[in-house]
């Protein structure tokens, strides 16, 4: 084989890998099977130069070039080794033979904890099986045993290398061995410092305590391993005997030889900082100091690294009982005041610290690294592993799992968070075999040895093509995904919310259960009970998520005006979507939608009954955006595709209502939750209104035209009044409306009445069709001689009775006329019409205002219901909407001839216009309009409450505290309730209000 073919395998320098294999006394051309296996591996010239090194300190260098060509798993595990790792080729090239540690079938699988004890404990002369074993330093000469330790470790570390490079070990397990391998070594260690010093040995039993990777068992190539110590006296102590310096110097000395260079090079530094006190702190301490410790002076960060400990040395007894003592405080302290946020700064401290021009290559700590997935796993462990002893696991991966199953992450965001953690610590195990040295920065691209070192673990990884940019592109891939989501789990607001529960509040059980209802205000507390119980139970996922949301709603539904009722809807809505995936998601990953959907159906029955007949709507909680007024536009345009969808015209006006029950829904929650105020509420409700009787509109035509056999002989136009009129329609008011109709050139009047009349009763009749939607009245009664006057009029109709027989009242209706459905052109005619009639030449006369003077005191004396309080009564009552209202109409009636900046529909635009002009006092404009928004916001919440409409506030205390409630009166400090709060602003307002009109009605 040439140099050239060599070169075209993947050999960097073909002439070179010629003269090595010469040199072996290798032919190439005899041994594809090893060339290609040297080609396939991370460096295939680094590779070639370790097995030449290799053979050239073999004694028989045929017998493992014959293993090599017989045994493809040994050929595969070496060149991938040789290929992958200068410090394991520099350990073969130390111990030769140790090649032998890679066939057979010892090199194919995992070794047991306890056998990797057994062994290294057998390395260093020690009895495994013995509670406090000790090394036989005799054995070893002068040397001690420690550098016969170091090369049995790394023999071992080999074997596993050549197991994870070919894909037989996946990360998991490679992180739990090597834990495992830094366990045994630590117990070997003890060893020989037990045998270095019997005296200590015999003063005190000492437990090995593994923290940070180590005690998760996922532990690196090269890391520091963190450990504590715990000691007691021995049994037998000398009476002497300092069992604690005893401790410390056996601790120590056990510390120094793992970190000891010589030949074998250094293994790993212990780490005992994460101490109590810290570096300032006792090495050892008994267990009751620790305990003490943890109970008095223990900081947030140091339960946090508690999550992983775990024993791993020394006195198995007395280690058991350090986590029996421990866990108990690890497990309870997201209860601590501001757990969460110092959980969470610690972490930004770490971002901070981080050197910018390496922040980009820290797999470890920088942003998108391995601590925003260690972060994030382990602050949602210790939040909810208060009360899920699923969830108590030192190991990332575990608890991943675990979180996922038991709903508190996502199937997919746990799925990606695995993949992109698997990921990240490849890539730093296999940076970390290079040398075995600790690191955790990616090469620097812009070297040239940057590049080679890139390359090198790109192709360890898989990328043979591209392997620099295909890595790059996958590790700049990684770390936006792992930091989109540590963004979402770590910063979950639901974090807070559960961590501040109190301990017993986590998890409900049936004795405490009742006793807690009752004391968060729930009326019936057994009820309540009851709807938990069918919430939580059984093993579902969505048993699961519950049980983690509902101690954490319950304290927000006690916070709405009926926790109650808010529950019983939860519930309902809760069967109603049922395993639908995404809303137990919503709930559990934004907490704002749980929280605003216990204060909606804690709050007001009319959203809870528009949520029960479709569920699916609670997704619009998620984002204010998402509660605003869509507009009208796009609510035409679906109205339409709604038309053209259905062939029946009662499915398609079905759909239209579900359409603005949907948007009722979007209203009243931007209502409650204070997203949106008076006046656009008012404007929503009217848009909706004015798309759903025009599609109906047209719906009606195309019936009535397939009755007749061809289209109706007339024009429609629908002409709102009143509140619809003037866009200040509330969740109660019927739709005031006259219908205006004017044949078609041609048309005999008669068949073009009659056609119009099919018309409106085939509009009312499809908007009245029994349906769970709210209902749509269409209110004719202001038309022309009222209800005694026909339905509907042609336009010359309407233009004959105004000049005719219109009286002052019909001219204050129209003045709140507009058109709202049907023929556009029709509709800006009849405004044309009714302009002079609403705003007559000159002005009303006396004798008009005087008549709608005795009107309005008529109205007062004879509408507003027996046994009201005038003081509470929204519509009618002094100072309430009426008394607004009024105001503005007669002052448009009088003077809108000549400004025209008072032809307007809208009450407030009224009242701001003869403020502009002059003709009202600014601050008398200010006392009505204040008036006018509460009470318009009262009756609206009376109906949003209730789930019907009422124009009184209730007498009832019950009620009205509801009532207050939705409307954000909260308790204040002196002790007023906000029923009281909500009584004396309405009262002063309105009696406000009162004064100003009676001085600007009445020119009193």
Known sequence: MTAGALARQGFGDGARALRLFSGAGIDPGEHPELVGALCASADPDQALTGLTRIAEHLPEQAELLDALAADPDLRARLTAVLGASIALTDHLVRHPGDWRELCGPDAARAPSPSELRAGLLHTVGADPNSAAPAADLEAFGSEGPAPALRAAYHRRVLRLAGRDLTGAADVAEVGAELADLAAATLDAALAIARAEAPEDAAACRIAVIGMGKCGGRELNYVSDVDVVFVAEPAEDAPEDADPMASATRLASRMMAIPADTDGEGTLWEVDPALRPEGRNGPLVRPLAGHVAYYERWAKTWEFQALLKARPIAGDAGLGAAYAEAIAPMVWSAAGRPNFVDDVQAMRRRVIAHIPAAEAARELKLGPGGLRDIEFSVQLLQLVHGRADETLRSGNTLAALEALSAGGYVGRADASGLASSYRFLRDVEHLLQMHRLRRTHLLPDGRTEAGQAALRRLGRALGHTANPVSDLTA???????????????????????????????????????????????????????????????????????????????????????????????????????????????????????????????????????????????????????????????ELLQAEAAAALRRHDSMETAVAAVRALRRRELFRTAAADLLEVSGIDTVGHALTAIARVTIDAALQAAGRVVAEELGEEPHTRMAVIGMGRFGGRELTYASDADVMFVHDPVPGADPAVAGRHAEMLVRELRRLLEMPAADPPLAVDADLRPEGRSGPLVRTFDSYAAYYRRWASAWEWQALLRAEPVAGDAELGERFIELVDPVRYPKDGVGDAEVLEIRRLKARMEAERLPRGADPTLHTKLGRGGLSDVEWVAQLLQLRHAHRIPALRTTGTLPALQAAVDEGLLDAEDCGTLEVAWRLAARVRGAIMLVRGRGGDAIPTDTREVAALAGALGYRSEEDGEGPAAQLLQDYRQATRRARTVMERAFYDD
């Open 474 to 632: 996958a590790w700049k891939r990684t770390a936006s995904e792992v930091r989109r989501l540590h963004e979402k789990l770590f910063y979950r607001p639901l974090l807070n919310a559960v961590a501040r529960l109190p301990e017993d509040g986590v998890r409900l059980t049936a004795e405490q259960a009742e006793q807690r209802l009752e004391a968060l205000g729930f009326a019936d507390p057994r009820g309540a009970l009851r709807h938990l119980e069918s919430l939580t139970a059984g093993v579902s996922r969505r048993a699961a998520i519950q049980r983690t949301l509902l101690p954490v709603m319950l304290g927000w539904f006690s916070d709405a005006p009926r926790p109650d009722a808010g529950l019983l809807g939860f519930r309902q809505v809760s069967e109603a979507l049922g395993t639908t995936p995404w809303y137990l998601r919503l709930l559990r990953d934004d907490v704002r939608v749980a929280e605003r959907m216990a204060w909606l159906l804690g709050t007001s029955r009319y959203a809870t009954d528009l949520l029960l007949r479709a569920p699916e709507a609670v997704a619009i909680l998620d984002d204010d955006a998402d509660l605003e007024q869509r507009p009208t």
